[in-house]
């Protein structure tokens, strides 16, 4: 018999500024927090964090300038999260910035019991890997907000205290168009259930954020249910396709890098361009 605890784990997008609306999120949301997807979209990410300290999690996605040492795109954390029936629920966050909005993939731990988080506690997993205390460090520069540069400076050498030499495991500049893919689960599709095999064409798109027209020619009204594969340029697909394999047999954040193509054939009738002359992005 396997002692393995069943542990909810769901996606969710919310924008980047201090509302924290939530634009999208996973019907995983249902077994992690009891409730519903419609419940949670266009309320705030705030208002379902239990923990004292729920008022610093949006400025983990502050941008710190291009300059800064400490800019970084994706982060894990841990913090309590508000449930249905009131009892809150530890939850490990992983978070990926957007151009404008968050990636959060959030997994249940329902099986500890409570303890209270009065601090937030953020590890990079890019930039410059730190370890950082988030509420301590705002509480330094809302006790010293009367100096700029001193606060600036204190935001830039936050958390000096490292945990060993670790190697990033990816990093993306801040120029670089960031674009956040939802993609349907292909191990529990209904439609896999009903016919017992995979997508040839890959697991459908089920949101996008609205800077992927800044990516490929296309929007997201044309990509809503569209197979991601046919959006990966050929070389690239067989990678692609054994990335989602690995993806389903593990509760771990992987990495994979490929291309798409700028002008994917997304609308019938459309001009289609022959793949040799089909810009990779």
């Known amino acids: ?8 784990t769901f996606i969710g997008i919310h924008s980047r500024d201090s ?3 939530v634009l999208y999120i996973s019907s995983g949301c249902r077994q992690a927090m009891g409730f519903t997807p419609s419940y949670i979209v266009s309320k705030s990410a705030h208002d379902f964090i239990a923990d004292p300290c729920n008022g610093d ?18 982060y894990v954390m841990y913090m309590n999260l508000k449930t249905a029936n009131g009892d809150p629920v530890l939850h490990r966050s992983t978070t990926f910035k957007c151009d404008n909005c968050v990636i959060f993939i959030g997994m249940a731990f329902p099986e500890l019991p409570y303890q209270d988080r009065h601090e937030l506690e953020v590890q990079m997993l890019d930039g410059a890997m730190k370890r950082m205390n988030v509420t301590r460090d705002k509480e330094a520069e809302r006790a010293n907000a009367s100096n700029h540069q001193r606060a600036a400076a204190r935001w830039r050498q936050r958390s000096e205290t490292t945990y060993g030499q670790r190697v990033p495991l990816y990093y993306a500049q801040s120029r670089q168009v960031k674009v956040a893919f939802v993609l349907e689960n292909p191990e529990a599709t209904e439609v896999q259930a009903m016919e017992g095999v995979r997508r040839q064409n890959g697991p459908l798109v089920v949101f996008v954020t609205g800077s992927v027209g800044r990516l490929i020619d296309a929007d997201t009204s044309d990509l809503m249910h569209f197979p991601f594969l046919k959006l990966v340029a050929p070389e690239d697909l067989l990678r692609v396709s054994k990335f ?8 771990d954040v992987l990495f994979e890098s490929f291309s798409l193509l700028q002008r994917p054939h997304v609308i019938e009738g459309d001009i289609v361009v022959a793949d040799e002359q089909n810009t990779r992005v």
């Open 1 to 8: 018999m396997s002692n393995s605890v069943h542990r909810p």
């Open 19 to 21: 509302s924290t609306q």
């Open 57 to 74: 999690y949006s400025t983990v996605f502050e941008s710190k300038g291009e300059d800064d040492a400490d800019e970084a795109n994706a």
């Open 244 to 251: 989602f394999e690995r993806l389903t047999g593990t509760p």
